[in-house]
């Protein structure tokens, strides 16, 4: 489990959504949106979300989701503040391994350009 700090927040959603720029994978889809600095550096946060269409059994909805956030927590040391991130899986993503999944979410943050070095 991620923090609640790096969770996003229901509050959040819509916000995120409304400001936010798309990249995708065949399989997976970052919505990102920067948050106001006012207060100072907030750390990133994150959401995961996996539909009924993606997996029809709450066990493999569960497990994408699980894995994901052990993915997403290896790489916070490298993840640039102050965002909003929200990872949707499309069709196909129950199939992938771990270490296929690792490789396409650090694709897709690099590509967003959310890692350092």
Do not use: H, W
């Amino acid at each position: 489990m991620l923090s609640r700090e790096r969770r996003v927040s229901r509050r959040q959603f819509p916000l995120i959504l409304k400001a936010s720029r798309s990249l995708s994978t065949p399989v997976l889809s970052l919505r990102i949106a920067t948050r106001s600095a006012e207060r100072g550096q907030k750390p990133t946060s994150f959401a995961f979300i996996v539909s009924r269409q993606v997996a029809g059994r709450a066990v493999d909805r569960n497990r994408l989701k699980r894995r994901a956030r052990a993915v997403v927590r290896e790489l916070l040391p490298m993840v640039k503040d102050n965002y909003g991130c929200l990872l949707f899986f499309k069709p196909g993503a129950t199939t992938l391994s771990y270490v296929e999944l690792k490789k396409l979410i650090q694709e897709i943050l690099t590509r967003a350009s959310l890692l350092t070095g």
